[in-house]
Protein backbone atom coordinates (compact mmCIF):
# COMPACT_ATOMS: atom_id res chain seq x y z
CA UNK A 1 0.00 0.00 0.00
CA UNK A 2 1.57 3.50 -1.16
CA UNK A 3 1.60 5.87 1.85
CA UNK A 4 2.99 9.64 2.18
CA UNK A 5 2.25 10.73 5.26
CA UNK A 6 3.17 14.85 6.22
CA UNK A 7 3.75 15.75 9.91
CA UNK A 8 5.24 18.66 11.16
CA UNK A 9 2.69 21.27 11.09
CA UNK A 10 1.58 23.69 13.40
CA UNK A 11 1.13 27.24 14.83
CA UNK A 12 3.72 29.64 14.15
CA UNK A 13 4.33 33.34 14.65
CA UNK A 14 5.86 35.32 12.02
CA UNK A 15 9.37 35.11 10.99
CA UNK A 16 9.33 31.51 12.88
CA UNK A 17 10.32 28.24 11.23
CA UNK A 18 8.76 25.24 10.78
CA UNK A 19 10.29 21.60 9.44
CA UNK A 20 8.04 19.92 7.64
CA UNK A 21 8.24 15.65 6.89
CA UNK A 22 6.77 13.66 4.19
CA UNK A 23 7.43 9.84 5.08
CA UNK A 24 7.23 7.57 1.70
CA UNK A 25 6.44 3.41 1.74
CA UNK A 26 4.78 1.39 -0.80
CA UNK A 27 6.68 2.62 -3.93
CA UNK A 28 10.24 2.68 -4.86
CA UNK A 29 11.50 5.92 -3.32
CA UNK A 30 14.61 6.55 -5.87
CA UNK A 31 12.51 6.39 -8.54
CA UNK A 32 9.95 9.46 -7.55
CA UNK A 33 10.16 12.86 -7.71
CA UNK A 34 8.80 14.44 -4.67
CA UNK A 35 6.54 17.56 -4.51
CA UNK A 36 5.27 20.35 -1.84
CA UNK A 37 2.21 21.93 -2.81
CA UNK A 38 0.35 24.06 -0.71
CA UNK A 39 -3.11 25.58 -0.73
CA UNK A 40 -4.80 28.14 1.26
CA UNK A 41 -8.40 28.66 1.64
CA UNK A 42 -10.03 30.35 -1.26
CA UNK A 43 -6.96 29.74 -3.21
CA UNK A 44 -5.45 27.68 -5.90
CA UNK A 45 -2.97 25.14 -5.11
CA UNK A 46 0.45 25.97 -5.74
CA UNK A 47 3.75 24.22 -6.05
CA UNK A 48 6.25 24.93 -3.68
CA UNK A 49 9.29 22.96 -3.82
CA UNK A 50 10.37 19.38 -5.21
CA UNK A 51 13.26 17.28 -5.69
CA UNK A 52 14.12 14.24 -7.49
CA UNK A 53 15.04 11.55 -5.28
CA UNK A 54 17.55 9.83 -7.94
CA UNK A 55 19.69 12.94 -8.97
CA UNK A 56 19.24 15.33 -5.89
CA UNK A 57 18.08 18.12 -7.86
CA UNK A 58 15.86 20.47 -6.80
CA UNK A 59 13.11 23.61 -7.48
CA UNK A 60 11.72 25.94 -5.30
CA UNK A 61 9.03 28.62 -6.69
CA UNK A 62 10.11 31.99 -6.55
CA UNK A 63 7.44 32.74 -3.21
CA UNK A 64 9.56 30.56 -1.41
CA UNK A 65 13.24 30.86 -2.45
CA UNK A 66 15.65 31.84 0.02
CA UNK A 67 13.30 30.91 2.77
CA UNK A 68 12.34 27.54 2.23
CA UNK A 69 14.73 24.09 1.68
CA UNK A 70 13.40 20.87 0.46
CA UNK A 71 15.66 17.63 1.03
CA UNK A 72 15.71 13.89 1.16
CA UNK A 73 17.08 10.94 3.08
CA UNK A 74 16.72 8.48 1.11
CA UNK A 75 17.67 5.76 3.77
CA UNK A 76 14.76 6.90 5.65
CA UNK A 77 12.00 7.33 2.83
CA UNK A 78 11.46 10.95 3.81
CA UNK A 79 11.50 14.16 1.93
CA UNK A 80 11.64 17.70 4.53
CA UNK A 81 10.52 20.74 3.60
CA UNK A 82 12.75 23.33 6.03
CA UNK A 83 10.60 26.57 6.43
CA UNK A 84 11.98 29.96 7.75
CA UNK A 85 11.41 33.23 8.00
CA UNK A 86 7.32 32.11 7.69
CA UNK A 87 5.37 35.21 6.72
CA UNK A 88 1.48 35.02 6.88
CA UNK A 89 1.09 34.32 3.53
CA UNK A 90 2.61 30.88 3.93
CA UNK A 91 -0.53 29.95 5.91
CA UNK A 92 -2.35 26.94 4.28
CA UNK A 93 -2.53 23.14 4.27
CA UNK A 94 1.22 21.54 3.19
CA UNK A 95 0.91 18.44 0.78
CA UNK A 96 3.25 16.01 -0.70
CA UNK A 97 2.88 14.21 -3.65
CA UNK A 98 4.88 11.65 -5.25
CA UNK A 99 5.28 11.60 -8.95
CA UNK A 100 7.52 9.01 -11.26
CA UNK A 101 10.45 10.37 -12.46
CA UNK A 102 9.71 11.23 -16.55
CA UNK A 103 5.78 11.62 -15.32
CA UNK A 104 4.13 14.70 -15.72
CA UNK A 105 1.46 14.74 -13.03
CA UNK A 106 1.85 13.29 -9.13
CA UNK A 107 0.79 9.70 -8.68
CA UNK A 108 0.35 9.42 -5.20
CA UNK A 109 -0.47 12.46 -2.34
CA UNK A 110 -0.53 13.00 0.97
CA UNK A 111 -3.35 13.73 3.85
CA UNK A 112 -1.66 17.41 4.37
CA UNK A 113 -0.69 19.03 6.97
CA UNK A 114 -2.03 22.32 8.47
CA UNK A 115 1.03 25.29 9.25
CA UNK A 116 -0.55 28.19 10.27
CA UNK A 117 1.57 31.89 10.58
CA UNK A 118 0.28 34.49 12.97
CA UNK A 119 0.92 37.80 12.41
Known amino acids: EVQLVESGGGLVQAGGSLRLSCAAS????????IAWFRQAPGKEREGVAC????????YSADSVKGRFTISSDNAKNTVYLQMNSLKPEDTAVYYC????????????WGQGTHVTVSS
Open 26 to 33: GFTFDDYG
Open 51 to 58: INNSDGST
Open 97 to 108: AARLLGAIKPDY
